[in-house]
């Protein structure tokens, strides 16, 4: 029987995980791991015999972390504001980790509906659906269109030097989930 490790796996994702929020997954390698836990490289290809394996961990980890930002909702505002608030606010505020999620090739092969029936996506699209007082179909439509303007002002923020201003966000955001949800309503009556 092996020596058990001294560096347990979740030291090790740790590790990789702060990397790629700091310097983008690109850096996350069994040597930076290692420079960074203060051992060989030895444990690392111990515990994960393939880089892949800790790509796809700090993938997970991340995008837990993107959803529970996503989450985090205020009393006094709009939920769906503040989905689509959170979502610009991480571009901007975890930049290498916004990038790692959505400006990789991890949707490969997938489209929009398909991303958008994920499990994961279901309380996202439930507050989404009780906020606009819409059917599941209709929440997704409006979803899926707000969903291309927020991710571009989310990459501009996550790809660029600009500067980050809620006061002009918020009005915009008001009127493109109202106006979206103005058309569905409108679009059901004809």
Known sequence: MPPKSRIPRE???E???AIASEQGVAAVNARAIATRLGCSTQPVLYAFTRMENIIQEIYRMADSYHTAYLMQLSDDENPMICIGLNYIRFAEQEKPLFRFLFQSD???GQ????LIDTPEMLPVLEVFQNEAGLSLDQTKIVFKSL???VHGWASLLANNSMEYQEDEIVPMLKI??????GAIKMEEAT
């Open 11 to 13: 030291m090790i994702l």
């Open 15 to 17: 590790a990789a995980y």
């Open 106 to 108: 991890n949707f490969a």
């Open 111 to 114: 489209n929009i509906t398909g």
């Open 147 to 149: 969903l291309m303007l």
């Open 176 to 181: 493109a989930f109202m106006g979206m949800i």
